[in-house]
């Protein structure tokens, strides 16, 4: 397994992950456009279509799976640029605006591709959210539906950005969880052999949800919830403190959703 790593102004966005399938190249979330470079993958597998995991499908100019209800959004964009630049403002632009894919070919809950990787609808990130399970190895590529992963510091984290569904991330989280997998793939950022970080991360949106619950209940906002969470989660402390893109997009983000969930 190939990994390619994508960068924004030096921070790094997200792992791209390239599988040889019988002699078959397949790229796994090529990014965003702005951090797009070619890579010889014959196909590519979209996790979700959020511009950070999908938006470089139309510049790599190969065939691209999507969740089936969503093939028109790849097709053609313009109307899912539009709802990017809403929700997350001059990031976006930093991410670079998506093109059109020429091919773009629908993915089904409980499909197999290319004999070796089986398909999961996991909603909750995103109605459009699917997670791989590569049969050779026992290897699940998480998108963003099991968290965020940061090796270096050692923490994971939520990542939940409006619009959320707290159920159905839990009831996806639940039904990967029983899939047995050996090794877990996360975009944000590395792989890890530690499969038990489900179980944890579950047990973690938990807490984070009730927390969210409470600060929304007295009227606070994310400000407040960053600072309730730096005190009981050392993961939010960890994330707050290194700062960059790990603060600013991806734990706001997350803040956002939990509040408006």
Not at 61 to 74: D, I, L, M, N, S
Not at 92 to 108: H, I, Q, S, T, Y
Not at 111 to 119: G, H, K, Q
Not at 229 to 238: I, P
Request: hydrophobic share 40%; net charge negative.
């Amino acid at each position: 397994m190939e990994l390619v790593r994508r960068y924004i102004q030096g921070n790094h966005l997200i792992t791209t992950y390239v599988l040889d399938v019988g002699g078959v190249k397949v790229a796994v979330d090529p990014g965003p456009p702005n951090s797009f470079t070619p890579t010889d993958a014959d196909y590519i597998i979209c996790t979700h279509i959020h511009n950070d995991h999908c938006g470089a499908a139309g510049h790599a100019g190969k065939p691209v799976y999507v969740h089936e209800r969503y093939v028109g959004h790849v097709a053609n964009p313009a109307r899912l640029w539009q709802a990017t630049k809403e929700t997350l403002g001059p990031i976006a632009d930093l991410f670079g605006e998506p093109k059109g894919a020429a091919d773009v070919r629908p993915l089904r809950d409980g499909e197999r591709l290319f004999d070796a990787i089986d398909v999961y609808f996991t909603p909750g990130h995103a109605p459009h959210h699917v997670m791989f399970y590569y049969r050779d190895g026992g290897v699940l590529f998480t998108g963003d539906g099991a968290g965020v992963y940061v090796p270096e510091i050692g923490a994971v984290f939520p990542t939940t950005p409006p619009p959320f569904r707290f159920d159905l991330y839990v009831e996806s989280l639940r039904r990967v969880a029983s899939i047995g997998a050996k090794m877990l793939c996360f975009p944000h950022f590395a792989c890890t052999e530690d499969v038990d970080l489900l179980r944890r991360h579950l047990e973690q949106i938990k807490a984070w949800r009730e927390a969210a619950l409470a600060v929304k209940g007295r009227g606070g906002g994310p400000e407040e919830l960053a600072a309730e969470l730096r005190r009981a989660d050392e993961a939010a402390a960890k994330i707050a403190e290194r700062g960059g893109l790990l603060y600013s997009f991806f734990l706001w983000q997350t803040l956002l959703g939990l509040l408006q969930s």
